[in-house]
């Protein structure tokens, strides 16, 4: 009889290696997606415990597209999404005298409320792809993992989504 | 389709701004990337979840359990008699009368009456797990992660002595030396020592200090440290199933000693010869403390 060396997933210090390192990304994908905590808390915990439970048979490489499939499959069915709410971080430091002016200040807080409108305006897809680039400074080639799709596939969707951006903030 | 590409590498500086100045509405796009860099969203609460995740990953283990045990079982009935030597689930089961229990590590349970006990007597050096569905008083040697997996909740120690008191409905543990974690699905505190926790089904949480050593079930004595007097007439009143009167005491006493479980009149004896006091029997159930004039 052939021994199956069981996989490392199965160690509870690697599983928990596992846990701080896909659970904070996996949260926010599907909260730019939905735009609900609850549901992307939920499909952390759900992929999480999938993973424990079928941990002999997911080798240590694979987890990752594991992880994310098991997910992708737990939201299929959830169509609506509500609006991402999303903050500034209050950052003036550094800034020249120009952009201190009043009218400057104003006229960038116009333009910020604008960009939320219009990323909460983007598809689901798009939105994942350009704050995951924007907040949580992923690669492209990081996001092509995370959406399981190509690079190539990442630029397209992330210039169509600064298409849309654009779009709607000048006719706003 | 090269201009498809071209904004996605802009935005991730891979093309410098001075090759895109010429496309329509780049001062727009320089204001997003700009702009968006400030932007910030929720986090996801990486420890609380990851509780809840380790929580029912061992709920699912006891699920296991009870397959585990239908295999025996069918071991059995094949014949392979060996192969159950695997399968070493105890159970213990009590009715009216506590129970001791000593366990593989020197570990000791005592259960009280109406409890039900299970355990695995050869996974137990891998594995210290036991489920609970009523009372006992634990005394946990030293060693890994000691469980008490309950309908409500869990608990989790190293080596400690504490009690469990868990059904379906409620759900306490008291902690009596060292320290003890506490997680059900919406709580998770940690006890030390001489503290309690109460947690009804509706999952409200009561946390408690408490004066005495070990619970009064388990032994013939139990001893009292600095408990105040209302307390311990309190703990009489529940255990023995009386009533005292002590409104006529002004004073306000603390008890240390060593009290009985099983003896009213020997506790009388020491409260009124520790304290001065007068005990007098007004019914079959009901007694009243009074200051002795004479001191």
């Given at each position: ?44 915990q759900e992929s999480f415990i999938k993973l424990w ?120 | ?41 929720p986090n996801l609460n990486e420890e609380k979840t ?242 002795d004039e004479e001191n």
């Amino acid at each position: 009889m052939i021994k199956k060396i069981p996989s490392q997933v199965c160690e509870k210090k690697v599983y928990q290696n596992l846990y701080s390192e896909h659970a904070q990304v996996l949260f926010k994908h599907f909260y730019y997606k939905f735009g609900n905590v609850e549901w992307a808390e939920d499909v952390v915990q759900e992929s999480f415990i999938k993973l424990w439970k079928k941990c002999k048979d997911v080798p240590l490489p694979k987890v990752k597209s594991f992880l994310y499939t098991v997910a992708n499959n737990w939201l299929i069915n959830k169509h609506h999404h509500e609006k991402v709410k999303l903050k500034y971080k209050n950052d003036y430091q550094g800034r020249t005298e120009d952009e201190q002016t009043p009218l400057y200040v104003l006229e960038e807080e116009e333009f910020k409320t604008r960009l939320l409108s219009a990323i909460n305006k983007l598809s689901p897809k798009q939105r994942s792809v350009f704050l995951l680039h924007r907040i949580d400074d992923k690669s492209y080639r990081e996001i092509a993992e995370i959406e399981q799709i190509s690079i190539k596939a990442v630029e397209k969707r992330m210039s169509n989504a600064l298409k849309s951006l654009r779009n709607v903030i000048e006719n706003i | 389709m090269e201009e498809n590409y071209k904004l996605a590498k802009w935005l991730d500086n891979q093309i410098p701004d001075r090759e895109m100045q010429d496309l329509e509405g780049f001062d727009t796009y320089q204001k997003i990337k700009k702009i968006s860099q400030d932007l910030a969203a929720p986090n996801l609460n990486e420890e609380k979840t990851f509780q809840q995740i380790e929580f029912r990953n061992i709920q699912q283990k006891s699920n296991f359990k009870v397959f585990y045990k239908f295999a025996a079982a069918l071991a059995l009935l094949v014949g392979v008699a060996s192969f159950s030597l695997f399968f070493a689930a105890k159970e213990v089961v009590t009715l009216s009368q506590t129970q001791k229990i000593e366990l593989p590590d020197q570990s000791k349970i005592q259960l009280a009456a109406n409890s039900q006990l299970q355990y695995n007597a050869l996974t137990w050096w891998f594995n210290r797990d036991v489920s609970l569905n009523g009372k006992a008083y634990f005394e946990v040697e030293k060693g890994s992660t000691f469980n008490v997996e309950t309908p409500l909740g869990l608990v989790q120690v190293l080596g400690t002595k504490f009690e469990v008191d868990a059904t379906e409905n409620q759900f306490s543990v008291r902690c009596f030396e060292g320290k003890v974690k506490v997680i059900t699905n919406q709580h998770q505190e940690i006890l030390e020592a001489n503290e309690s926790v109460f947690i009804s089904n509706k999952n409200e949480l009561k946390k408690e200090f408490i004066p005495y050593n070990q619970p009064f079930w388990t032994d013939a004595h139990v001893q009292l440290n600095a408990a105040e007097l209302k307390k311990v007439v309190k703990l009489l009143e529940k255990h023995f199933n009386i009533e005292i009167d002590i409104s006529t005491i002004s004073k306000e006493k603390q008890f240390s000693g060593k009290l009985s479980t099983q003896d009213l009149k020997e506790n009388f004896e020491i409260i009124s010869s520790t304290y001065q006091f007068k005990i007098e029997q007004v019914n079959k159930n009901k007694y009243i403390f009074v200051e002795d004039e004479e001191n």
